[in-house]
């Protein structure tokens, strides 16, 4: 009895946990391959430049460019070619969202 109230309560508290997440976006998700080069949430420390902030239309506008190879990189021209414009597109919505 006892056993199964512990349980009952755990799983309570579990569901209180998952109800308090907020949702995250396909964005937001997506967005967060991109941290380990250009910051956490996209604010870098580094010599590679901060993507928070910036406007949408500008990172979309960037990432584009890579993947047609109208603009040379390193490592961006393969990472852009890994994404769909949709993908691209809600990407820059949820950086442009993010404080600088
Ligand atoms: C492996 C490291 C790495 C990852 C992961 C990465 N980037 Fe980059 N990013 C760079 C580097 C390095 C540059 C400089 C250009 C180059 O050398 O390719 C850059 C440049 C950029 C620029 C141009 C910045 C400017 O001011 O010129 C944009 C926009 C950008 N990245 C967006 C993204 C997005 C969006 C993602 C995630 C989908 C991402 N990057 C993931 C390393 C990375």
Same mark, same amino acid.
């Given at each position: 009895?006892?056993?199964? &109230?512990?349980?009952?309560? &755990? &799983? ?8 308090? =997440?907020?949702?995250?976006? /396909? ?12 910051? /956490?949430?996209?604010?870098? =420390?580094?010599? !590679? ?9 500008? !990172?979309? +506008? $960037?990432? $584009? +460019? ?5 603009? $040379?990189? $390193? ?26």
């Amino acid at each position: 009895m006892l056993r199964k &109230l512990l349980l009952t309560s &755990l &799983l309570c508290a579990a569901g209180a946990v998952q109800a308090a =997440t907020p949702m995250v976006t /396909p964005g937001q998700s997506l967005a967060a391959t991109c941290y380990n080069c250009h910051g /956490p949430q996209g604010v870098s =420390t580094a010599a !590679i430049p901060s993507l928070a902030g910036r406007s949408a239309a500008s !990172i979309v +506008e $960037t990432m $584009t +460019e890579y993947k047609s190879g109208k603009r $040379t990189g $390193t490592i961006m021209p393969q990472i852009a070619k890994g994404y769909t414009d949709a993908q691209i597109a809600s990407i820059a919505t949820y950086l442009s969202q993010q404080k600088p």
